[in-house]
């Protein structure tokens, strides 16, 4: 008796069979959303985060480039750090709040609106990419200033090479870098 493969038509009807929400397949608009303006850190765990971004770097390479392999796993790095107050001062120059200055804050205050903006865009995949253990772990709540001279010392992901051309980082430059992002992921992952 011959066995039969699995085809890509079984495997596509399977998933069209699906139902519930680990069975849709966002339409583009819905992708670019998520993409774009969810907090993704946390809802991904830290290994589907780096085979995201490993995919990522993927497209940054040609034929033409060396290959770049890790000793150990690579970490996730949050180019603006998750405790970005001391560090990392709002548009307008002032110091964003904290999670309990924000808990006691109107809605309205437009240092507590900008916090919780910011906050978000933190999470963001326009904010994150891999780095190295060691590289990562030395990285914790600097600055840019103190950030990116480091990233380009010892970072040779090619994914790593574009980002490190910005001067700043702030909510502009994450969702610039999430926009070009998202452009490759659709060529990865597309409907």
Avoid: C
């Avoid at 985060?49 to 690579?74: D, G, W």
């Amino acid at each position: 008796m011959r066995k039969e493969g699995f085809s890509a038509a079984i495997l596509q009807n399977l998933l069209l069979a699906q139902t519930g929400d680990s069975g849709v397949w966002p339409d583009n608009a819905t992708f670019r959303e998520s993409w774009l303006h969810k907090p993704l850190y946390g809802p991904l765990s830290s290994p589907k985060l780096i085979h995201l971004y490993a995919r990522l770097n993927q497209t940054f390479m040609s034929s033409k480039s060396e290959a770049v392999t890790f000793s150990e796993q690579p970490t996730v790095e949050h180019i603006m750090p998750q405790s970005w107050q001391d560090n990392w001062p709002l548009p307008n120059g002032s110091k964003g709040m904290d999670f309990m200055e924000l808990l006691g804050a109107s809605e309205s205050d437009p240092r507590a609106v900008a916090s919780r903006k910011r906050d978000i865009y933190v999470q963001t995949l326009g904010n994150m990419t891999i780095l190295s253990h060691g590289l990562n772990a030395a990285q914790s709540n600097l600055g840019w200033k103190q950030k990116r001279p480091e990233m380009i010392k010892h970072s040779l992901l090619p994914i790593n090479q574009t980002l490190l051309q910005n001067n700043s980082w702030d909510e502009e430059k994450i969702l610039k870098r999430g926009e070009e992002l998202f452009e490759r992921a659709q060529q990865i992952w597309e409907k």
